[in-house]
């Protein structure tokens, strides 16, 4: 047993430093190309950091996307534990901002007590994790794979939402002009998400604790209860696991709800805590992005919040350094993709060193 928890060990170390190899060898290549842009690198630098950290704004800015790429990410991590892979956040994302937009706009204002912003929040929560419910449900009944379900989902939802602002009777806003853009009223006051702070030059919404909380929750779940046994068991081998009595498909289907919930409970916060409208191009990328971050973290929640702040960082200083050195934003992207790649040719090491570990 102790020479099992040792290689167990050994193994985790070995993930951790792989993940920061990861996110070394990206931020080194993403140097050299910003270099063959033909951009001095302190002038890339410097607005970098200026975006990413530079003044409460931006470090409000960023931990607020931190926020969505963390719930994401552990989703991805619960799912992982029965060695399932959810892709979907995008759509979970974008399925969680359009009930939460319909919430807000429709009914939520007038709720008292706080209820105002909880109720969207709820909403979303509760859309998103039947979205990602069904991931589960099709792989029980009907053996598809989780990857393809839930990337495909993922497209039905962004055009789920581009159809939702793009009609009247909907979500879009009334047309006054041939110049009113395809999106949503902007959300009622007492639907967006209160601030840490009450200072609007730093805009950090309660986001952050309630993110922070439900890590805690998705820790002890995974490590202290009965549901996070059953789906390591099912993880490690789903026929003995049945043979154990475990119920093999509930579990799968409420570890895809409960991962969708944080998925929709992300694009709720986006919405009511910075957007505070719904637009076509409202995911822009977050699921993705928490799904690198669920890889990153190798099932670790800590590592999850982890590679949450980093992202949130990168992508907010990669905005301000396409403003203000003209190094693309999409450069972010390729690091992203960069790491992707390396930790998909370390797999097979990794899942050799595994199963002594198991």
Request: aromatic share 6%; charged share 10%; hydrophobic share 55%.
């Amino acid at each position: 047993m102790t020479g099992a928890r040792f290689s167990l060990a050994l193994h985790e170390q070995r993930a951790t430093a792989l993940s920061i190899a990861a996110v070394g060898v990206a931020l080194i290549v993403g140097a050299g190309l910003v270099a063959a842009i033909g951009v001095p690198l302190r002038e890339a630098i410097a607005a970098f950091a200026d975006g990413a950290w530079g003044s409460p704004y931006a470090i409000a800015a960023s931990i607020n996307r931190s926020i969505a790429f963390a719930l994401v990410g552990l989703g991805f991590v619960l799912a992982n534990r029965a060695n399932l892979t959810n892709v979907g956040g995008e759509g979970q994302i974008a399925i969680g901002g359009v009930a939460a937009t319909a919430a807000c706009l429709f009914g939520a204002a007038k709720l008292p007590f706080g209820l105002a912003f909880i109720v969207p929040m709820l909403a979303a929560c509760i859309a998103g994790g039947l979205w990602g419910g069904l991931v589960g449900w099709l792989k029980v009944r009907i053996g598809t794979n989780e990857v393809i379900s839930s990337l495909m989902l993922s497209f039905i939802a962004v055009w789920l939402l581009y159809g939702s602002v793009q009609s009247e009777a909907l979500l879009r806003q009334p047309m006054t002009s041939s110049s009113t853009l395809p999106e949503s009223l902007e959300i009622p006051d007492p639907t967006k998400l209160p601030l840490l702070t009450g200072d609007a030059g730093m805009p950090l919404h309660i986001g952050l604790p309630i993110a922070l909380l439900l890590a805690v929750v998705v820790a002890v779940v995974l490590h202290r209860t009965v549901f996070g046994l059953r789906l390591r068991a099912v993880g490690l081998n789903p026929l003995a696991a049945r043979r154990a009595g475990i119920a093999i498909a509930p579990s799968i289907v409420g570890v895809f709800f409960a991962a969708g919930a944080l998925g929709g409970l992300a694009g709720a916060m986006m919405l009511q805590g910075e957007q505070y409208s719904l637009k076509a191009g409202f995911s822009s990328g977050y699921g993705f992005d928490g799904l690198v971050v669920g890889l990153l973290a190798r099932g670790s929640v800590g590592g999850v919040l982890a590679g949450a702040l980093l992202f949130g960082f990168m992508r907010s200083g990669g905005i301000n350094m396409e403003m203000v050195a003209a190094v693309p934003s999409s450069l972010v992207l390729v690091m992203q993709g960069l790491i992707i790649v390396i930790l998909a040719g370390a797999a097979r090491w990794m899942d050799s060193n595994t199963g002594s570990a198991r």
